[in-house]
Nanobody, 116 residues
Framework: QVQLVESGGGLVQPGGSLRLSCIASGSRFNIYAMGWYRQAPGNERELVAVISSDGRTNYADAVKGRFTISRDTAKNTVNLQMNSLQPADTAVYYC??????????WGQGTQVTVSS
């Protein structure tokens, strides 16, 4: 069974940076649109960034200009570079396919905490 595994989260001060990585065992990412999602305490899960199979990207307004989504085809990973982090970015971050009917079961996610 395909399993999504996210990594790279941690505790960072406001203004700091983190780089998240996602890999799916038993599946290739290159033929699918992939996205990063996040869920903060008390909030619903929200889409923050997507990248298409041909490299086009889109971002939620809240992260545009600060986050960058990318693919590493050779390593079969999808990454999220997060800069200028703020407390409002605190959430569990998940990766998954971007297509509504193509999404896999959610993984454990990786915790990002932005605090001074």
């Amino acid at each position: 069974q395909v399993q999504l595994v996210e990594s790279g989260g941690g505790l960072v001060q406001p203004g700091g940076s983190l780089r998240l990585s996602c890999i799916a065992s038993g599946s290739r990412f290159n033929i699918y649109a992939m996205g990063w999602y996040r869920q903060a305490p008390g909030n619903e899960r929200e889409l923050v960034a997507v990248i298409s199979s041909d490299g086009r990207t889109n971002y939620a307004d809240a992260v545009k200009g600060r986050f960058t989504i990318s693919r590493d085809t050779a390593k079969n990973t999808v990454n999220l570079q997060m800069n200028s982090l703020q407390p409002a970015d605190t959430a569990v971050y998940y990766c998954n396919r971007g297509g509504l009917r193509l999404r896999l079961a959610w993984g454990q996610g990786t915790q990002v905490t932005v605090s001074s």
